[in-house]
């Protein structure tokens, strides 16, 4: 059965700091993996996707990601984080077709000053 | 376009009511899922709609029933409200089969039940 785990609920970072979350799926075929965050009150907006090819994905706001394969990884960065991306980021992995997506629990992000 | 949109924003029940969340989306997308998220536990499937007039359980379908109306309304209904049901509730779409399935989310439903 398909499984995302992020290993950190909440992390702490200063503004203009790089940022890493983490992200670890389990999946039996060649995984399809998204990145979303979510505001406080807001609905989920998708960041970054991976489908194929190159391993190392750009998003949106700055955001970006690398698929390891070897480490079922797919873990999302930011070089410089702005007070804006205080939010909570949820890890997805799917596959072709119809079927749903599988969550992460996620991972809330606070930044300070 | 609007995406996907639903109603209400806020919802108070008393236990036992009943009440229908609405969702619809015009991205012309076959797919359309229902997700409660809580505290600690991530987004839930509730059910999906592969495709209009399918319905499918997901991890947490008890005390829930949906309707596809069309290809664009995915309804959701609670027949008897209990307080564990206090949630926010995420529909969702995604592009058509033979894609990647990427889904697009509406703004949520906060319900509360006493």
């Known amino acids: 059965a398909q499984s995302v785990t992020q290993p950190d609920i909440h992390i702490t970072v200063s503004e203009g700091a790089s940022l890493e979350l983490r992200c670890n799926y389990s999946?039996?075929?060649?995984?399809?993996l998204f990145w979303y965050v979510q505001s406080p009150g807001q609905g989920l907006q998708l960041l970054l996707k991976?489908?194929?090819?190159?391993?190392l994905v750009q998003g949106i706001k700055g955001f970006e990601a690398e698929f390891k394969r070897s480490q079922s990884s797919f873990n999302l960065r930011k070089p410089s984080v702005h007070w804006s991306d205080a939010a909570e980021y949820f890890c997805a992995v799917g596959a072709r077709g119809n079927t749903p997506l599988v969550f992460g629990k996620g991972t809330r992000l606070s930044v300070i000053a | 376009n609007a995406g996907v949109t639903q109603t209400p924003k806020f919802q108070v029940l008393k236990t036992g009511q009943s009440m229908t969340l609405q969702c619809a989306q015009d991205m012309n997308h076959n797919s359309m899922y229902w997700y409660r998220q809580d505290p600690g536990m991530g987004l839930r499937l509730i059910y999906y709609s592969a495709s209009e007039g399918t319905t499918d359980k997901g991890e947490v379908p008890n005390g829930y029933n949906v309707s596809r109306l069309n290809k664009r309304e995915f309804s959701l209904r609670l027949e008897s409200a209990a307080p564990s049901q206090t949630s926010v509730y995420f529909c969702?779409?995604?592009?058509?089969?033979?894609?990647?399935?990427?889904?697009?989310f509406g703004p949520g439903t906060r319900l509360t039940v006493l």
């Open positions: 991976y489908f194929s090819g190159d391993t």
């Open positions: 969702a779409s995604s592009v058509p089969a033979g894609s990647y399935n990427e889904q697009f």
């Open positions: 999946y039996g075929a060649t995984p399809y």
